[in-house]
């Protein structure tokens, strides 16, 4: 599977962006099965877990950072999973990436994933 991030952008402090994963590679029915999550690294920083879904959606997961203020969403019928960040702080500034694993129902652990996306850069300015 293929993943594809976009929807980055530059965002003032309290503004809202959504990020958007789109999959290749697997149909609707095969992506259900992928656990995918989202993480992301500042500069000089090592990359850190933001949210997870599991494989249906029903389970949601979240940094106790980001929590309250970002939303993670799946559309299986579209193999996109979305990151909707709210009240965004400079302090989020950084590459996020999504990935995607067919192992497990969900995780936080950024060893336990097999597929990356390329990454999309969020900057926020205060």
């Known amino acids: 599977v293929q993943l594809q991030a976009s929807g980055g952008g530059l965002v003032q402090a309290g503004g809202s962006l959504r990020l958007s994963c789109a999959a290749s590679g697997v149909s609707g029915r095969t992506f259900s099965i992928y656990a995918v999550g989202w993480f992301r690294q500042a500069p000089g920083k090592e990359r850190e877990f933001v949210a997870a879904?599991?494989?249906?959606?029903?389970?949601?997961y979240y940094a106790d950072s980001v929590k309250g203020r970002f939303t993670i969403s799946r559309d299986n019928a579209k193999i996109t999973v979305y990151l909707q960040m709210n009240s965004l702080k400079p302090e989020d500034t950084a590459v996020y990436y999504c990935?995607?694993?067919?192992?497990?129902?969900?995780?936080?652990?950024?060893?336990?994933?097999?597929?990356w996306g390329q990454g999309t850069l969020v900057t926020v300015s205060s």
């Open positions: 990935a995607a694993d067919a192992r497990r129902d969900y995780s936080a652990n950024i060893y336990e994933y097999h597929y």
């Open positions: 879904i599991s494989r249906s959606g029903t389970s949601t």
